[in-house]
């Protein structure tokens, strides 16, 4: 599972393509390694040298929920990964069906999901829990490799492009600056609007 921390290599920008999405309309999924630029002498790489060699690691997931009409929202959830043992190291399926029950408590209403086809996401459990909510969510798939159909990797992109040059000390360091990043994107919904303008995907009545 893609993961959050200090000192990661570059990870490749993704570019956006069309169709459309209707209803209210959640994007699920986890981040990115994180990268930046910055300027340095030509010939010499610049290298920012951190304490927190095996800190440990930071996964993300997300929601992005639009409906026509409506103020756009991010919902997301964190997890740190210590090492310790029996410690999960991301997210399972367990966690994304907790996170599509706390999206409809907050949204109130039924919820048209289109997300990837990462592992956990077509797993049996994950399945289930779907046919047994069909009442209130209805599920689509993504493409294979397609993420620049999905709004949620623009939101991944701000808050690696936001701690890209943090030389963290700690584990710790990097989850406050991805909350402070998170938390100053929900209430900016036209942020999130931009990353749906971003896949060229539009919202029907």
């Known amino acids: 599972m893609p993961v959050l921390r200090p000192g990661a290599p570059p990870a490749e920008a993704n570019k956006p393509s069309h169709p459309a999405l209707s209803r209210r309309t959640a994007h699920l999924g986890t981040s990115q390694r994180p990268w930046a630029r ?8 610049p290298v920012v040298r951190v304490r927190g060699r095996g800190s440990g690691r930071l996964s993300m997931m997300g929601m992005c929920c639009f409906k026509p009409g409506t103020r756009s929202r991010l919902i997301y959830g964190l ?5 310790r043992k029996d410690e999960p190291k991301g997210f399972g399926w367990k966690d994304f069906c907790r996170l599509l029950v ?3 408590i907050q949204l109130g209403g039924p919820i048209v999901l289109v997300w990837d086809n990462v592992r956990p996401h077509l797993t049996r459990g994950m399945r289930e829990f779907i046919e047994k909510n069909a009442d209130w969510l209805t599920v689509f798939q993504l493409p294979t490799y397609a993420p620049d159909l999905n709004p949620r990797e623009g939101i991944w992109s701000l808050v690696k492009r ?16 991805v909350k402070r990043k998170l938390k100053q994107i929900q209430y900016r919904p036209d942020v999130v609007d931009g990353c749906l303008a971003g896949t060229g995907l539009t919202l029907n009545d």
């Open 102 to 104: 706390r999206a409809r």
């Open 38 to 45: 910055t300027w340095g002498r030509i010939g010499r790489t």
């Open 162 to 177: 936001e701690i890209g040059n943090l030389a963290a000390a700690d584990l710790s360091q990097v989850t406050r600056a």
């Open 79 to 83: 997890r740190e990964y210590r090492g």
